[in-house]
């Protein structure tokens, strides 16, 4: 690997004027799980790397204004998997984070990085799209916060200026009502970048979540109207992609037939091509089969949308 000046910026500022200084060779860098992989093979050579991970509050995880939740950029896949203001209300960022690559992986590599990296088969990306993300960026101007879907510009390429950085993920208050299904296909069952990936996330339109709340409730009837579907697509596009009319069908139409025809239509937004890791007809025809069970998983009566919060609630 070419030798290159490692940086630990003091503050939000420092870092972003190292940033803008260095423009072309300087990169920043978090858990290094792409990066550091990239530059050992040369792909990119930077002359300095910026450690963004010590500044304050990138590795927090807290509770943000009117029942948001505010996500450091740097908190690990497992720190985010694990917490229980995540595992209780962003379940399906829960699963997306359980499905990166494997538990040491996982250590290491931050949800930030994920984003960042803007690969169309970041697998917390169409989580957070379902979710309705938004994005905290820090740069010379101050901070700024912009929707995910209009983050991610194309493969590696993101809606950073120069200067700019991930800071946070805001998550909008998690409904109560709702379930969210994740699935990947890779290669392998464990360890693989995805071929196709799928969240699925049907909101029932009960009262959004209170990270106070302290309500048990025992039964869960699927008899109620869907206020809203989410589905999103990961690794068939050169960005995630959002199934609007497969969404919209779905909130029609939840029976089985509307669920296959939802199915049918995720699969004819996708966008795949051919590589080194699936045909093209493949993918699409894998969409179809993701999003029909991701679907009938969230529909299922059995499926468990609301856990009671711990003791505070707030961690
Ligand atoms: C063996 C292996 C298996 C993998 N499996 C999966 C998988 O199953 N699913 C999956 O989605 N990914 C997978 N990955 C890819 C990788 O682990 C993830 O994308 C990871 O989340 C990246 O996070 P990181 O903290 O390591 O990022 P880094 O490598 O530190 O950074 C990634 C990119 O983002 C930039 N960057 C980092 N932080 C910021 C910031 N705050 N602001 C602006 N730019 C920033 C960096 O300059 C770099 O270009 C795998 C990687 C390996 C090596």
Known sequence: MQPFDYVVPKSHAEASALLVEGAGIVRPLMGGTDLLIRMRGGFVRPERVIDLKGLP????????????????AACTMNQVALHPL???????????????A?????????????????SPAADTAPALYCLDALLEICGPGGARRAPIAEFFLGPGKTALRPGEFLTAIHLPPAPTDACGVFSKLGRTKIGDISMVSAAVLVDYGLPIADFGFTETRTSHTRQSTIRHVRITLGAVGPTPLRATEAEAALALDPSPEGVKRAADL??????????????????????????????EAALAPSSSVLRPASAGGAA
């Open 86 to 100: 995540v595992q209780q209300h962003y379940d399906l960022l829960a699963q997306a984070c359980n499905a990166v």
């Open 57 to 72: 509050g990138m590795c927090d995880i807290r509770p943000g204004e009117q029942g948001w939740l505010v996500v450091g």
């Open 266 to 295: 995720a699969a004819a937004a996708a966008r795949p091509i051919d590589d080194i890791r699936a045909s093209a007809a493949y993918r699409r025809a894998m969409v179809a089969v993701l999003v029909r069970r991701g679907i």
């Open 102 to 118: 494997s538990y040491q992986l996982r250590n290491r590599a931050t949800v930030g990085g994920n984003i960042c990296n803007a």
